[in-house]
């Protein structure tokens, strides 16, 4: 059975890649942690999966970071019961051993290369750099413009909520996530983790494996800002006693999606992916009336926003074509047989 847990390590956003890398996997249950290095096509995605599968034939807990610059490919894996984290440490999140050699170590696959023969198509490599390099501007400006508009439409919202209305569905949504019980910690911490992202395949939620869980949906008006009520209650189950993730937004930086509290088996959701047994609509904070006079200007900014999240989602389709095109550069030019020894030297240094 495969009990992998999806989630992205980071993601593109409108000031640049937002991480997560600090927060894989927790410091205490950490012994080993492989740093793969190496150029595209390198094989860093498959050394990965190669040693999830040794370490977890038999569907042992695990956690899988899916790139979202390529959704197909891994950044990273975390196995708890190995005490491993092994993780691609190359641009555009570069990671060094904190720990060198007691904990960490770095894994060269680029070692495997036949670079004498790469050198004469560095005019090419290089031309294909620059143009993925313009790609991801593009797909960044998109974002950015998008932001700027869910931002204003955001504050339009927030400006029509009756605070009185809000205050008490926060406290009735608290009441109902808070009303069972389950073993609390004398520290209790936050863990920021990743879900959602704007991809070269479009806007994509990793939300499906939460399928098990209590889900609680929250829902609003288009464009509403939930993450007041989501922090509100964040704060409220550490006061209890209960560690949280809080799943970030990297396309609205400072927005919450969803909180999930582990203990508890709880998600509380902004999403439709996953049916719930419970909403609560922030819509019936806001008076009736309003939100007429902005109901155009609402609709403006968000279909504006909409258009240039479909442009970053094209200029993210055209960075992954040619990440694609920089591949073929490289892995004609690999010396797999030394790759499998090097694969084959670290699981044996796992087990």
């Known amino acids: 059975m495969n009990t992998a847990r999806t989630l992205f390590p980071g993601a593109m956003g409108p000031e640049g890649f937002i991480s997560c890398f600090d927060h894989l996997i927790p410091d205490a249950l950490l012994r080993r942690k492989l740093i793969l290095k190496g150029g595209p096509g390198v094989g860093k995605s498959t050394f990965m999966r190669r040693i999830h599968a040794a370490l977890c034939e038999h569907g042992e807990s695990s956690t899988l970071y899916f790139c979202s610059g390529d959704p197909d490919s891994l950044d ?6 190995a005490g491993l984290l092994i993780l691609d440490g190359t641009a555009p999140h570069i990671v060094d051993p904190a720990i060198p050699g007691a904990r960490d170590s770095i894994i060269n696959l680029g070692v495997c290369l036949n670079e004498a023969a790469m050198r004469p198509r560095l005019p090419h490599i290089r031309a294909c750099m620059a143009d993925h390099a313009a790609a991801i501007r593009r797909a960044r400006a998109c974002l950015n413009a998008a932001c700027a508009l869910e931002q204003d439409a955001a504050a339009v919202i927030a400006a029509c909520v009756d605070s009185s209305r809000m205050e008490r569905m926060v406290r009735t949504l608290i009441g109902a996530v808070l009303c069972s019980s389950a073993k609390t910690e004398d520290v209790p911490s936050v863990r920021p983790v990743i879900t959602d992202a704007v991809t070269p395949k479009g806007e994509l939620c990793l939300l499906g494996d939460a399928a098990s869980q209590r889900i609680i949906r929250l829902t609003g008006h288009a464009g509403m800002d939930l993450t007041p009520a ?9 006061a209890a006693g209960y560690s949280v993730e809080e799943h970030l937004s990297a396309a609205l930086p400072g927005r919450l999606l969803h909180l999930s509290i582990p203990a508890l088996h709880i998600l ?7 049916p719930s047994e419970q909403t609560f609509d922030f819509a019936a904070c806001i008076p009736a009336s309003a939100l007429l006079r902005h109901e155009c200007a609402l609709e403006q900014l968000l279909s ?3 258009q240039q999240r479909r442009q970053a989602v094209s200029a993210l389709a055209q960075a992954k074509q040619l990440h694609d095109e920089l591949e073929t550069f490289y892995v004609p030019n690999m010396d797999f047989a030394r790759w499998e020894q090097i694969l084959g030297e670290t699981l044996a240094s796992l087990t």
Do not use: W
């Open 76 to 81: 990273a894996v975390a196995v708890p019961h």
């Open 230 to 238: 989501i922090k509100a209650l964040s704060r409220a189950a550490l």
């Open 268 to 274: 509380v959701t902004t999403g439709e992916l996953l």
């Open 304 to 306: 504006a926003a909409k």
